[in-house]
């Protein structure tokens, strides 16, 4: 099938399995994928995901993180879209619920959040909001 936006995709499938409740959810692979799943595993968002190779395109199967019966993400929001680019400075990244949420930006240094940009002192492509 093809994807005219891959990341969305992702966002996509993460918050309906959540909204679902099932405790895993299947995402065609890429190493943008893999890195913004990584994000999500270290600002806690997630349990765990594993890569799954089948000989194409590989699968990464996120495992979900619930508080109880709640979902662990409230909400994620594409930001930068095919058609409208959204570019931030390293002066101006845009932070999500005064902090509390994660930016996820794309840099010349690789995909990262947006504390860790500003640490770096650079600027990208904003992807994603999540909180």
């Known amino acids: 099938m093809q994807v005219t936006d891959p990341i ?15 405790p895993t959810v299947d995402i065609p692979a890429s190493n943008m994928k ?7 595993l270290e600002e806690g968002y997630i349990k765990n995901y ?13 495992t979900l993180k619930y508080n ?12 930068s879209k ?19 949420g994660v930016a996820v930006i794309s840099t010349s240094k690789g995909i990262m ?3 860790k940009a500003r640490a770096l002192n650079v ?3 904003v992807l994603a909001f999540v909180w």
């Open 113 to 115: 959040t947006d504390k």
């Open 123 to 125: 600027g990208g492509e």
């Open 34 to 40: 893999k890195a913004i799943t990584e994000i999500l």
């Open 82 to 100: 095919p058609g409208l680019r959204v570019y931030a400075g390293a002066s101006e990244l845009p932070k999500v619920l005064r902090g509390l």
């Open 50 to 62: 594993q890569i799954v190779s089948d000989g194409i395109q590989g699968i990464i199967k996120v």
């Open 8 to 22: 969305a995709d992702l966002l996509t499938r993460i918050r309906n399995a959540g909204t679902a409740k099932h």
């Open 68 to 79: 109880g019966n709640i979902h662990a993400i409230a909400g994620l929001r594409r930001v």
